[in-house]
């Protein structure tokens, strides 16, 4: 027969209670319905900052968008208002042109011929007589003067009677400029035995038309052989300019445009003192020669 008081005391004695298992801690949203039944929402407190955190996103997304959208609002107003005066003085500018531009065509018609022939004498008219009457007075006036005048009239106009010397032609009006050279400097890299050579050429037509050719710098010395003259680019030279008929370095301008120009297996640019600028049109038309002298090197 068994002893159970004696086996309960040693099964109480050696037992351990069992450990509580940790939980995890969170929040969970439980929603009940009115029959009593329960909907469970895990991770409700990691959704409600999600939802937080996107907001405050969204908030300082669009402060930034319509702090950027006003700068820019400001600064297109600005930049019209300036388009606008800048328009305004193109227009000035254009009419004052135009102005200038017909007066200089009315000064150039006229030479001094024509300021000459302009001259009228002052016409009197007695009272009671009109024009007419005037006109056919003083006509009658002038075929009495031109009536054969006497013996000794005719030997004083013989001896007061000079040749008359001729009159030279007038000289055609020089073409206007079209184009100039300004800004030219030269340098030297020893390393590569190179010179190079740059410039700046401006369009100064009078009406702002395009203009387009080519160009050819020649460095020269007054003591120095023509067939040591350095052209750039490389062209034969007639009577110390370039033919025109090779092409040099090329342009098409409306205002200004700055040209580089190289010249290889140069060992002593000293020797050269001055650099001169021939720019032709497109047909082989000299239009420009201009010297520039060259500092020391």
């Not at 150039?108 to 300021?115: N, V």
């Not at 009677?161 to 890299?189: G, Q, T």
């Not at 160009?215 to 033919?243: A, C, H, I, R, Y």
């Not at 497109?282 to 239009?287: N, T």
Request: with cysteine.
């Amino acid at each position: 027969m068994e002893n159970l008081p004696r086996n309960l005391e040693k099964d109480v004695g050696h037992f351990t209670p069992p450990k509580p298992s940790k939980k995890k801690k969170g929040w969970t949203l439980l929603f009940v319905d009115a029959y009593g039944k329960t909907r469970r929402i895990r991770w409700f407190r990691t959704v409600a900052l999600l939802w937080v955190f996107f907001l405050a996103l969204a908030a300082a997304t669009s402060a930034c968008l319509y702090f950027l959208y006003t700068f820019e609002m400001e600064k297109n107003k600005y930049l019209a208002s300036v388009l606008q005066r800048s328009a305004q003085r193109v227009t000035s500018l254009e009419a004052e042109k135009e102005a200038l531009m017909l007066r200089v065509k009315i000064l150039e018609s006229f030479d001094e011929g024509d300021m000459a022939a302009v001259r009228e004498m002052p016409s009197e008219t007695l009272p009671g007589e009109t024009a007419s009457d005037a006109e056919v007075a003083r006509e009658d006036e002038a075929d009495e003067a031109i009536a054969e005048p006497s013996d000794a009239e005719t030997d004083e106009i013989s001896e007061a009677r000079e040749p008359v010397a001729e009159v030279p032609p007038l000289a055609e009006p020089e073409k206007p400029l079209r184009i100039d050279a300004e800004n030219l400097s030269l340098s030297y890299k020893k390393y590569r035995k190179t010179l190079n050579v740059k410039l700046d050429i401006r369009n100064v037509s009078p009406d702002s038309d395009r203009v387009s050719g080519h160009v050819f710098v020649v460095l020269k010395s007054d003591d120095m052989p023509e067939n040591q003259w350095v052209t750039m680019p490389p062209s034969n030279l007639v009577s110390g300019k370039p033919s025109g008929d090779e092409t040099g370095e090329t342009f098409a301008i409306s205002n200004f445009k700055t040209l580089k120009f190289q010249a290889k297996r140069q060992t002593n640019p000293g020797r050269f003192k001055t650099a001169t600028v021939f720019i032709f049109d497109k047909d082989s038309s000299l239009m420009l020669e201009k010297n520039f002298p060259i500092r020391g090197q």
